[in-house]
Structures are given as C-alpha cells and as structure tokens.
C-alpha cells in the first residue's frame, strides 16, 4: 500500500482531532452507560414498586372473586406506557384469572394466556389478605420508551461533543500555526529553494523563531549548507563515474571490431587502442602515447612521414572548419617487428574525439601481386616470338660488325664505322632489356616522377613488335608527369596494346592521345579533385558485347580460348593502386577505347634539359674512387672509364672487401672521392649493405650505386638508402660521366 504524504500541518490537526475526539468519546461513552444504567435502574425500581402496589389492590378483589374489579385494577395500572402486561393466576402460579396485554397498536387488550418475556422486565408478586395468599400477580414493563430517551440523549451527547472537540481543536491549532507550523513552513520552504537551487546555501529562512525551532533554523541552515557542498562533490564524482563508465563502454565496443581502431582526443593523447590493433601493428597503448610518437614509429622514413603529417594537417583542418568528408587514405605502417602493413584509413570525429579505423589490405595486396605476376608471364608468353625475334637481329648485327672489324683493323675509318655500328646494336639491345625489366617488374608501387610519353614509346614498340599494326602517339609537349611505378603503369599500357593488337588480327591503327584536366570534388569517377592526365588508347578492332564488356575487368574472365583471363584485371587493380580511374567503351565492328586518369604533378618534363645543363658544365676531376663489383669485366670496364676521365681507380670484388679498403683510406688520410658499387654480390655483401656500414663511420660519404635491375626499389628510391646517384647497366662514358659529375657537384 502506498504510504500517505502527509505534511506538518495535517498532522497536527489530525493529532489534535484524534486526542479530544478520543477524550471527548471516551467521555461521552462513559455518560452514556452511566445514564442508561440509571434509567434501567429507575424504570425497575418503578416496576418493582408498581408491582407490590398492584398485589396490593388485587388483594381484596380476589379475596370476594370480584374479577370486574381485578380488571379495572389491571386496566388503571395499564395506563401507565412503560406497562406490558399483566396477569394474574392462582396461588399455584399457572391458573390464569385474569389479564391484559399491548396488541400491536398498543392498546391494553385481556388476555388469558401467558405473557412470553421478549426482552421485558417482567416481576411476579404474591397477593396475600388477612394472612392468607389467594394468588399470584405478574407484571411486565417494556424499555422501549427508555431507548428512545436514551438515543436522544446519545445525539444531544455526539452534538456537544463534536462542538467542544471543534472548539478544543481551533485554539490550540491557531497557537500552533503561528509559533510552529509557520516557521517549520519557512524552514520547508528554504530547503526546498536550496534543493532546486533557487537559493545559496549561504542564505536563511526568514520568519520569527523561538527556542528549539530557532536552534532548529540554524541546524538546517549548516547541514544544508554541508549537504550542498557533499551533493556538488557528488554531482562531481557522478559525472566523471558516468564518464568513466561510457569510456569503458566504448573501449569495450571497439575492442570486440574485427578492425584496428585507435582513439584519441583533441590534443592528440591516444587514449585506447584495441584488440585488432595489437594484434596488427604490435603497438600497445604505453608505445604510442601521442600522436606525434605513432607517427615517428609508423612512418620511419623522415620524408614520407613529413609528408603524411603536413596532408593529415590539411584534410583535419578542412574537415574541422567546412566539414568536408575525410576521405579513406591507403598508407603501408611500419609494425613494431619490423614489418610492414598495407591498410586503409578511415577517420571520423565525433565532438572532440578523432577515432581512426585501420583496415588490413595486406593480404588482398598479396593476392593481387601474386595476380599480376601470372598475368605478367601469361604477357610475356605473348611477347616472346617478337622479342626473340629483335634479339636475334640484333645480335646479328653485333656479332656481325665485331668480327668484320676485326678483319679491317689496318684500316682505322672502316674500323671505326663497324665498330660503331655494334655500339648502335648494343644500346638497341640495352633499350629492349630495360623494356622487359621495366614490364617484369612486381609487388608494391615504387612510385616516382616519370613522363607518359617515354612510357607509352616503350610499351607501344614493344607490343607492337613483328605485327602489322601501326601506333599512332598523339600526346602534347606540355602534357604532366605522373608520380607512379613506372614498371607497373608499362605493364597496363602493354596489356591495353597487346588486346588491341590481338583484336585486329587483320592489321589497324591504335591511336594512344593525351590530355591535362583538373577534376573537381564530387566527380563521377569518384576521385579526389586535383590534377590528373587523361590517356585514351583506342583501336579499330571488333569491339565486344555490353555483356562482356562488364565482365573485362573480372579475374580470370576471357574469351580467348588461350588466356587465362588477368591481363585486364591486372590493369584494374594497378590504376586503382595509383588512384586513378579506368573506363571503357565498345562497340561491334568498330572498336575499343580505354580512357584512364591517372593523378599528375601538375607540370611537365624537364628533366633532360636539366640534366645536359648539368653535364655540359665544366668541373675538373679529381681524386680517387672506389669500384665494387663481382664480375671482373665490368670493374675493367668501370676502370677504364673513371680512368679516362681523370680519376684514379681502385677495384675490388665484395662488400666486405670495399668496407676494409674505404675505411683505410679514411684512417690514411687519402679518402675515396666516391665508391660505386653493385648493388648484387652472389654469396657475399651487397652494396646496399656495404652502403649501410661504410654511411655508420662516415655520413658524407659519396655512394653510387650500380644495377643491372633497373626497377630495383633501390634504384628508383637510391636517396632513402645513403647513395647519392644510381646508374643502370649496361652504361656508356657519357652515362657514367653525367652521374658522376652530379654527385661530386653535388651541394650537402
């Protein structure tokens, strides 16, 4: 049952009604018994006396059997209203001589039967004369008449009292309400202000107080004082609780996320890593306290890691100031074991809180390399017949002049000319084995700036080796370098030709034109908006079906009952990988048009000219330098010319050999201008190795390094690994010549 809300006020009143309803009650009560005691006790005491009078009148009567006076004497007594009856019966008290009775209307009536006690005072009394009894009289008296005057005293009694109670109570309420409820009311009132926090704790409640509702008044005021001050610490305490728990609530959500999450506040404080993102990068929250300590171990290399900042700076900013989307973001992370995570980015905010979602593409990276790489060979099979074919010519050609010239030596100007005609020979064998280095090239982008039209003259001449379609290069002077993997965008533009050579078995014409366009945000290709090339290859083929032209881009979907189906899905993959776009359009009978978008510098090539100005600048040389390499006739040949251009030359065969000779030279006060070294040592230290601890006892030293794998990471990156410059074999003087003037002219 709910308990009653009842106030002070109700209280008392209700005390007060209770007590002198009770008092007066209880008082009343006692008047009535007493009362009604009283009238019993006179109306049998009238009975009794009624009754010995009546036997005292009959006495004569009955003597003589004069039965008309016994009936008068009965009538007179009836006439008294408290009388019930009355018989009158022989000495042997049953004989009935005469009687009367009240009929319902209350009228005396005789009667010769006997009167039932029905809650009746009845009394018998002997009748005796001259000694002698002569019968026996009955009277019988009802209480009817005295419970009517009792019941009217009862409600004269309830009035009284209830007038007095009423009286008792209004006094005593009225003192009450102005010395006790009203202060209590004030005091009520106060706590009240103060729990709503309308009034200061600091403030009392007003009115007039005496005694202990005064010492009362000033006991609320301090404990509401203390009670406040507890209730704000409370609130306090409350709030960071509630904080605490919708943290650990959040922790728990994100630890259960089958991807990395990291979350951090607005001053960069990473405040929870979870499961996924342990288990992925090998970094726990105690590694990564900040920001600032996550970029430094996820981004070792100074550069790309300034890099990653400044653009994560940008997009924050924009995100924070216009909302703009922050888009996701491919980025490899350096793990603490050393390895490398290949992952996507999302980051969200969310008042203060940035949380960033890191989604492991490792494995799909993995699978796409290895998707690429049988596409490569199914290519390679493609191309073998006319690269053999270009071999052999040329090879012809070397072997042909050289033994011609062997023949004329006495004659120095035919010499001279066949001599010449195989160092032409030579570099078209060069140029064909840079192609297939560059097309056999895998694994992840080793992006640098390169020019579209050097690519796209490489891949159309290798594809289109021994057929009879012809390639038609439309591409302006002021088209933009691309930051990409060189060997993967030629492998693209190889698959692009070599289906369009396969779709003109007949011969035809594939025109590759090129464009400069600046795409905007929210563009229908879904790009970031920035500077791209446009590069469209389209043939005279015979075309293909709407259905199978949705399908091009499926692994192992083709229509060639000799493919395996992964040439067009390796260019897929690629051009995404480079953030870029490709689109196709078809038509039966008359062709096939790819267009791709491929992200620009934003300016085009210069890098010949910078590169003769360089060379034709007159530095005198000097000094001595160092020569690593395994094979003895590259060292002679690398001898021969440094020689030429005036510098003294040591060789060695190892690594471990050029380290003991450098550091030497060093300690002997006669050090190396420079050391070119090989980057492959079979069974012994290469000279990325050799680089590493040759740079751990002199940092200025000047390193070039030396490969016959063109698009070796190392090559295309050499700066992030010590070297100063890089040269491919199989090289020229002038080759050698312009690396070496660039890197003693270097300014460090």
Known sequence: MKSLDMSVTKVIIFTLVAVTTIVLSAFGVANYCWERSQRTSDLESELAVTTSQLANSLALPL??????????????????????????????????ISGFVRDTQWQAVPTKENIQDKGLLSRSEKISIYGKQVGEVHLFMTPRFLERSLRFFTAITIVAIVSLNAF???????????????????????????????????????????????????????????????????????????????????????????????????????????????????YAAEDIPTLDEWFLRAYPDPDRREYIISRRKAVVRAALVDGTPILPLESIIA???????????????????????????TERESLQNRLLNAQRLESLGVLAGGIAHDFNNILTGIMGNISMARMVLAIPEKADRLLDNAEKATLRATELATQLLTFAKGGAPVKKTVSIRKIVDESLSLAIRGTNVKGVVELPDSLHDIEADEGQVSQVFNNIVINAVQAMPGGGEILVQGVNIALESENRFMLPPGEYVRLSFADQGCGMPEDVRKRIFDPYFTTKSHGMGLGLASVHSIIKRHGGHIDVRSKIGEGTAFTLFLPSTGKPSSEEEISERVFQRDVPAEGAVL?????????????????????????????????????GAKEGNSPFSFVVMDLTIPGGMGGRECAAEILAFDPSARLIASSGYSNDPVMAGFRDYGFRGAIVKPYSLVEMSRVVHSVVTEQV
């Not at 009520?188 to 202990?212: I, L, R, T």
């Not at 094979?631 to 030359?649: K, N, P, W």
């Open 168 to 282: 008792l109570v209004l006094i005593p309420f009225q003192l009450l309400r102005r010395k006790v409820i009203k202060p209590l009311k004030a005091i009520e009132s106060y706590a009240q202000k103060v729990s709503s926090g309308e009034a200061a704790a600091a403030d009392v409640p007003e009115g007039d107080f005496y005694g202990e509702l005064n010492n009362l008044k000033h006991s609320i005021v301090g404990m509401t004082r203390s009670l406040a001050e507890a209730r704000q610490e409370q609130v306090r305490k409350t709030a960071q609780q509630v904080l605490r728990e919708g943290e650990e609530t959040l922790k728990a959500f994100i630890d259960v996320m089958p991807v990395g999450v990291r979350w951090s506040d607005s001053d960069d404080v990473i405040k929870h890593v979870n499961t996924c993102f342990i288990e992925m990068f090998g």
């Open 627 to 663: 020569v690593m390499d395994d094979e003895e006739m590259i060292r002679e040949l690398a001898a021969e010319i440094l020689g030429h251009l005036g510098y003294g030359v040591t060789t060695c065969a190892s690594g471990e050999e050029a380290v003991r000779m450098y550091r």
């Open 63 to 96: 003597w003589n059997f004069d039965t008309k006076q016994i009936d008068k004497v009965i009538e007179s007594t009836m006439r008294n209203r408290d009388v019930f009856g009355v018989t009158v019966t022989g000495t042997d008290g049953i004989a009935s």
């Open 335 to 361: 793990c603490k074991d050393g390895s490398d995570r290949h992952v996507i980015v999302n980051t969200q905010f969310a008042r203060n809180l940035r949380l960033d979602i890191f989604t492991d593409i």
